[in-house]
């Protein structure tokens, strides 16, 4: 089966960027998307195809994916983004989550 | 409003069976792959089986393979999943969500989530 690698914790004080990192084999190869979500809420899709924004989305998230990690970066980080993160990629018919990075903005 | 809402979760002994639904509204279900997703407590997400849009292809992930199965009335706009010979490891909250595509592989995402609907699995 197919491994997606997340930290399990980011910390960013508010104002700066956070990145989150999700590593898997030749993970470049495959389109990756990302989640958001909050503590008793449903996940939120804030990245699809690697750098999509959903509509609705702020511009201050966006994503890359090369060789064998995508990263998630959310610029200008507010409190308001503190949550958990997963990545998503899909490998012989099914889909993968990585296992969540939760960020802290302090 | 585009809307998706689980029902059927509950306690079920060891072995037993659920059928969970999701009744979508909002969209014209039968055009897009839909999918479940699991979370156990304090746990992360963990994609379970999707139904592909139209000709309703069904895949799985190797942890329920051929104790759940996947289908849909699209008469009634709704996503089942039927569960059985359920065991603790079983135990999350199951979410319904909805593809931005038509096709599963089409790596757009889900965009619309339920949510979620409890299963406890225990005696």
């Known amino acids: 089966s197919y491994d997606l690698t997340q930290p399990p914790s980011v910390s960013v004080s508010p104002g700066q960027r956070a990145t989150i990192s999700c590593s898997g084999d030749k993970l470049g190869d495959k389109d990756v998307c990302w989640y958001q979500q909050k503590p008793g809420q449903s996940p939120i899709l804030v990245i699809y195809q690697d750098m999509k924004r959903p509509s609705g989305i702020t511009e201050r998230f966006s994503g890359s994916n090369s060789g064998n990690t995508a990263t998630l970066t959310i610029s200008g980080t507010q409190v308001v983004d503190e949550a958990d993160y997963y990545c998503q990629a899909w490998d012989s018919s099914t889909k993968v989550f990585g296992g969540g990075t939760r960020l802290t903005v302090l | 409003e585009v809307q998706l809402l689980e029902s059927g979760g509950g306690l079920v002994q060891p072995g037993g069976s659920l059928r969970l639904s999701c009744a979508a509204s909002?969209?014209?279900?039968?055009?897009?792959?839909m999918s479940w997703v699991r979370q156990a407590p304090g746990k992360g997400l963990e994609w379970v089986s999707a139904l592909s849009g139209r000709g309703g292809s069904t895949y799985y992930a190797d942890s329920v393979k051929g104790r759940f199965t996947i289908s849909r009335d699209i008469s009634k706009d709704t996503l089942y999943l039927q569960m059985k010979s359920l065991g603790a490891e079983d135990t999350a909250v199951y979410y319904c969500?909805?593809?931005?595509?038509?096709?599963?592989?089409?790596?757009?995402?889900?965009?619309?989530w339920g949510q979620g609907t409890m299963v406890t699995v225990s005696s």
């Open positions: 909002g969209f014209t279900f039968s055009n897009y792959a």
């Open positions: 969500a909805k593809d931005q595509d038509m096709f599963f592989g089409s790596s757009s995402g889900e965009d619309i």
